[in-house]
């Protein structure tokens, strides 16, 4: 999964989950190591990283 990739399914979850995006992402990550998918944990947890960043950034932060 490219950085694209995990910037449109950090957006994905966001809309799918609102404030609780950053939680299923996590959750999703466990799963993938319970799982024994290493690589899967990372993407996940890189993943949550970026819905992080894109809910600190309120609307209208970029205007001056």
Request: glycine content about 8%.
């Amino acid at each position: 999964m490219n950085d694209v990739q995990m910037w449109r399914t950090a957006a994905e979850l966001l809309t799918a989950h609102g404030d609780a995006a950053e939680a299923e992402a996590l959750r999703r990550a466990d799963a993938a190591i319970d799982g024994g998918d290493l690589d899967g944990f990372n993407r996940w947890k890189r993943i949550a990283r970026r819905i992080v960043e894109m809910q600190s950034k309120a609307p209208g932060d970029d205007v001056h």
